[in-house]
């Protein structure tokens, strides 16, 4: 049962362009989503998180956007650079005293120069 | 600074050994997961544990066990390898209370012939 669905699975974006990946969760009782970025040969590092209390949350040049009615949300990343092409997932938790993580299926970006 | 340790980047078992794959962090963490990666699949939880001697399921535990005998190791342990767990396999830890951090190690490629 995948509980977190994240699309699309390859995208490629032109330098300069703002690629937006979009996940989607089923269970209510998620109230923390991360994004993690993966480089070829490295474990995934936390990017940026939000928990439900507001819409959007910027850090830099990635930016995620929370949808609680539509239980979806999704990461965009402004001025994109062929540096930011990796591998990103979203996840979502339960929250505090719930230890694990529900990971999205991934998504292969690659930022054309 | 952080770091998750694997013991192997690259592996390759035939059918039927016994193989180990260790991780070690050097963060105090009380949490520690074993993931898999697939493409496509994204990161799956195969078993955590929370404290020493403790250990939960994952999502998809069949054909696996750990060992967690010291708080900074946790051990995966396929008892009879096989050609479907040819995979890149991902230790990850936590602090107790912030489980939405997690830091992953660089991941062992293992290849079952």
């Known amino acids: 049962q995948q509980q977190v669905k994240q699309s699309p699975q390859f995208l490629i974006v032109q330098k300069g362009g703002i690629p937006i990946i979009n996940c989607a969760y089923e269970n209510t009782a998620f109230d923390y989503f991360p994004w993690y970025q993966q480089f070829p040969g490295k474990g995934p590092a936390l990017l940026i998180a939000?928990?439900?209390?507001?819409s959007e949350k910027k850090e830099g040049r990635f930016t995620i956007s929370f949808n609680k009615s539509a239980k979806q949300f999704s990461l965009h990343i402004m001025d994109s650079q062929p540096g930011d092409s990796a591998t990103y997932f979203c996840a979502a938790s339960r929250g505090f005293g719930n230890e694990k993580l529900t990971f999205g299926t991934g998504t292969r970006l690659t930022i054309i120069p | 600074d952080v770091k998750v340790t694997q013991s192997s980047r690259y592996l390759v078992k035939r059918t039927g050994e016994k193989v180990f794959l260790e991780c070690v962090q050097d963060?105090?963490?009380?949490?520690m997961f074993w993931y898999r990666q697939d493409p496509g699949l994204g990161l799956r939880l195969i078993y955590f544990?929370?404290?020493?001697?403790?250990?939960e399921k994952g999502d998809i535990p069949e054909g696996y066990s750990v060992s967690r005998e010291k708080k900074e190791r946790f051990s995966l342990i396929l008892e009879s390898a096989s050609t479907n767990q040819t995979s890149m396999y991902l230790c990850a830890s936590s602090s107790s209370g912030r489980a939405e951090t997690q830091y992953f190690g660089p991941g062992t490629r293992l290849l079952v012939l």
């Open positions: 939000i928990r439900p209390d507001v």
């Open positions: 544990s929370y404290d020493v001697k403790m250990k």
């Open positions: 963060m105090d963490h009380e949490n």
